[in-house]
C-alpha cells in the first residue's frame, strides 16, 4: 500500500532547485514608465496633437480648421494678454456659485430622501419630472425670471448639478449594507452622525461619481448658456469668448477658447477629483 502511495501524483511533490518559481520579477525601465497612468495619457494626448496638426497642414485652410500649432499660438497669444485668464476667471466663479448651490441642495434632498419614505418619494418624484429636462431648455424661464446675466447661468447651473449628484448619493446610501447600518446604531449613532460617520465613507464611491458627473454637467451647461447670453456688466465668459471671436471670423481664438475649456476639464478630472479619489476611496481599499 505505501509503495502505491508514493507513486501518485498529488502526494509526491519533487521539487528541483531550478524549477523554483519566480516570485518578483525585475520590470524594465520601459515597463516602469509605462505603468505610469500620466505617461500614458501625456501618449494619447500627442498622438491627437499630431493627428490635429496633420489634418490642419494637410486642409490648408486655417479659416474652418486651423492647425494646432496655429491653436497653440493663439492661445498663447490671448493669455499672454489677460483675454483668456479674465474670462476662465469669470466662468469659474459663476460655475462654483452654480456647483456649491446644487451640491447643498442634493444633500438636503438626500438626507430628507434616507429620513423619511416621503422624503424618498419625493426625491424620486422630483427627479423623474426634472432629470429628463435638459438645462438649456430651462434658459427662456431663467431670462423672464433673473434676466440676462448671472443669475440666469446659476439657474441653469443648479438644475444640471443637484439631479445628478442627489440621485448617485441616495443610490450609495441605499447601498450600504445593513451591518454598517446596525454597527452604527449600536454605537448610538442616529440622524445625522449617522449620515455622516457612516453613510457617507460607505457610500462615498457614488457620491464621488455623482460629483463628478454633476461637474461635467455643470461645465458644458455652462458654456452652453454663456453662448448664449454670457454678458454680465460688460464682460462675459470663456463660452461668450468663443462666440465673439466666431462673429469675427478669428477660428483659431475660437480653437483657443474651446482649448482653453479642455485643459480645465483635464485639470479638474486628473488632478482635482483623482488627488480626492487617491486620498479617500482607493486609500480606504475601495477601488483598485
Known amino acids: 500500500m505505501t ?21 518578483a520579477k525585475t520590470l524594465s525601465p520601459a515597463e516602469r514608465i509605462y505603468r505610469l497612468g500620466f505617461v500614458r495619457k501625456t501618449a494619447i494626448l500627442a498622438v491627437l496633437a499630431v493627428a490635429w496638426e496633420i489634418y490642419g497642414r494637410w486642409l490648408g485652410n486655417p479659416l474652418p480648421f486651423p492647425t494646432f500649432g496655429q491653436t497653440v499660438e493663439a492661445f498663447v497669444s490671448n493669455v499672454a494678454s489677460g483675454v483668456i485668464p479674465q474670462r476662465m ?12 448651490i446644487g451640491i447643498a441642495l442634493a444633500a438636503l434632498l438626500t438626507t ?3 429620513g423619511s419614505r416621503i422624503g424618498a418619494d419625493l426625491l424620486e418624484t422630483l427627479t423623474s419630472m426634472f432629470n429628463p429636462l435638459p438645462a438649456i431648455a430651462l434658459l427662456p424661464l431663467a431670462l423672464i425670471w433673473f434676466g440676462l446675466g448671472t443669475g440666469s447661468i446659476i439657474f441653469v447651473l443648479v438644475h444640471s448639478v443637484l439631479w445628478a449628484i442627489a440621485l448617485n448619493t441616495h443610490a450609495g446610501f441605499r447601498s450600504v449594507s445593513n451591518t454598517l447600518r446596525m454597527v452604527g446604531q449600536n454605537y448610538g449613532l442616529r440622524g445625522l452622525k449617522l449620515v455622516r460617520l457612516i453613510l457617507i465613507p460607505a457610500a462615498f464611491p457614488a457620491i464621488l461619481t455623482g460629483l463628478k458627473v454633476g461637474w ?23 463660452g461668450w469668448f468663443i462666440y465673439e471671436n466666431r462673429n469675427q471670423l478669428e477660428t483659431a481664438n475660437v480653437f483657443a477658447g474651446l482649448f482653453t475649456v479642455i485643459l480645465i476639464g483635464l485639470f479638474v478630472e486628473n488632478v482635482v477629483f483623482a488627488n480626492i479619489e487617491r486620498r479617500t476611496i482607493r486609500r480606504w481599499g475601495m477601488q483598485h
Open 89 to 100: 476667471l469669470v466662468s469659474l466663479q459663476t460655475l462654483v456659485i452654480g456647483y456649491g
Open 216 to 238: 461635467a454637467f455643470a461645465w458644458r451647461t455652462l458654456i452652453a448658456a454663456e453662448l448664449v447670453f454670457g454678458v454680465s456688466s460688460g464682460s462675459g465668459g470663456l
Open 3 to 23: 509503495d502505491l502511495v508514493s507513486f501518485r501524483p498529488e502526494i509526491i511533490r519533487e521539487v528541483q532547485s531550478g524549477d523554483a518559481p519566480v516570485v
Open 112 to 114: 430628507l430622501a434616507i
